[in-house]
């Protein structure tokens, strides 16, 4: 085997041991397995063939060095789950357990009790993920990758500001509410007919009867969400997306060939795939809704839609202020409330700063994934009609684009107006 094919090959092994490897964190499992490892003969190996033309080691570089910089930052992640998995000094559930609380709970008082105190706890974590950032500031720890392949910092807060501008008209006709109630409405709690009592793979699958999505591939277990509304079947099927994209790639197509560690071809599957909850058809075929609750239920869908994509510009805006923002804490704390209170409606505790929402390097990724999977949609329901996820001749060209090297969208900002136009229509 070539030398730059079985880097290749091992980084594609290594990503599934990183998978396992935070998956057994949070658990508070033993990790059990040797973390991986980039050497630098390897790296140098690279260097040379990149250096020659080798578009094979152009592509497996950045997976080299998002590995070598997992590798270096891995005490970071395990400290940072253990934070949130611990509870604080006083109190008897973990951070993570209240926010579940007052995010999932159904009855009222247990979710405003546990709002009320999360920000208390919150406070610690937000001041470790502050002094952490402040920190590879002074020791000058630069990415060596860029924010999202192919698109400049600039351009992504850009869309991130769109996406917000774009979308206030709409904001402005939810219902309104304190902090925790606002971030709630993103989980789709309201649109709650038709769902089964249990997420399962069967029912992702069910999804797609008779379309021979999975025949033939590999599928291996997909980790199902907490289920707290529609949002949670929505995630589900994302995730769904993405093991079949993943899936999909031949065997003779490199991974990186196919997935840029940076890039938004998995959160654009993803975003496809979930996007198939705010369909009417899919909630009068799937969930057996009549037309006038089918046509409520894309209505109350849409509504959480809306919110769900504000806070996901909120979190492209927010992680770019904590890394590359005003390092001094009082100025964070003002761009943070500006900012959430542009988005929301009401300003978040700012005890929650980068803690909730949840901030992540793919942030921006994640963003650009699902304006770039509306032009994926728009191009499926063009050629298949609204219910093509049905449609077996839709699914074998969604497994043949998903078969293929990597692209790279080009218009953004099209994604956009599609998905305002839909959600527009949607709210009526």
């Excluded at 997992?70 to 005490?75: A, G, K, L, P, Y």
């Excluded at 706890?121 to 000058?140: F, P, T």
């Excluded at 277990?221 to 790639?249: D, K, N």
């Excluded at 692209?407 to 136009?421: E, H, M, N, T």
Aim: aromatic share 6%; charged share 25%; hydrophobic share 40%.
């Amino acid at each position: 085997m070539d030398p730059i094919t079985s880097v290749d090959v091992a980084i594609a092994q290594q990503r599934q041991i990183w998978r396992r490897a935070r998956a057994n964190i949070r658990r508070s499992a033993p990790l059990g397995e040797r973390l991986p490892t980039i050497t630098e003969a390897q790296l140098e190996l690279l260097r040379e063939r990149s250096e020659a033309g080798d578009p094979i080691a152009e592509a497996v570089t950045p997976w080299a060095l998002a590995m070598q910089l997992q590798r270096r930052r891995w005490t970071e992640e395990e400290a940072r789950v253990r934070r949130w998995s611990t509870p604080q000094a006083g109190e008897l559930a973990s951070p993570r357990d209240l926010r579940r609380t007052w995010l999932g709970a159904r009855q009222s008082p247990r979710r405003v009790h546990a709002a009320t105190i999360f920000p208390q706890v919150a406070h610690e974590l937000s001041m470790a993920e502050i002094d952490l950032a402040n920190q590879r500031r002074d020791e000058g720890q630069s990415d060596p990758l860029p924010w999202v392949e192919g698109h400049t910092s600039n351009e992504i807060l850009s869309l991130a500001s769109q996406v917000l501008r774009d979308t206030d008209d709409m904001a402005r006709e939810l219902p309104e509410g304190p902090w925790h109630e606002r971030l709630r409405q993103a989980l789709g709690v309201e649109a709650s007919e038709g769902w089964p009592a249990r997420l399962s793979t069967s029912w992702l699958e069910s999804v797609f009867a008779g379309t021979r999505l999975v025949d033939g591939l590999r599928i291996g277990g997909i980790a199902l969400p907490a289920l707290w509304g529609a949002s949670s079947f929505a995630r589900a099927l994302g995730r769904f997306g993405i093991t079949v994209l993943e899936a999909c790639r031949p065997k003779h197509v490199p991974l990186a060939l196919h997935e840029h560690p940076r890039g938004t071809r998995r959160h654009a599957a993803h975003a496809l795939f979930a996007s198939l909850i705010d369909d009417r058809i899919f909630a009068k075929v799937v969930l057996g809704l009549g037309s006038s609750r089918a046509s409520e239920h894309q209505r109350l869908v849409a509504r959480s839609s809306v919110q769900h994509l504000r806070i996901e510009a909120t979190r492209t805006l927010l992680w770019h202020a904590l890394h590359h923002g005003p390092s001094n804490r009082n100025a964070l704390r003002d761009a943070f409330s500006a900012t959430s209170e542009r988005a929301l409606g009401t300003a978040l505790p700012t005890a929650l700063l980068a803690v909730t929402p949840t901030l992540d390097h793919a942030a921006g990724a994640r963003l650009l994934g699902t304006l770039e999977a509306a032009r994926w949609r728009e191009a499926l329901i063009s050629s298949f009609d609204e219910d093509w996820y049905r449609n077996p001749r839709a699914i074998a060209e969604y497994r043949d684009r998903c078969s293929r090297m990597r692209s790279q969208d080009d218009a953004p900002d099209a994604g956009l107006r599609l998905i305002v136009a839909r959600l527009s229509e949607s709210l009526g």
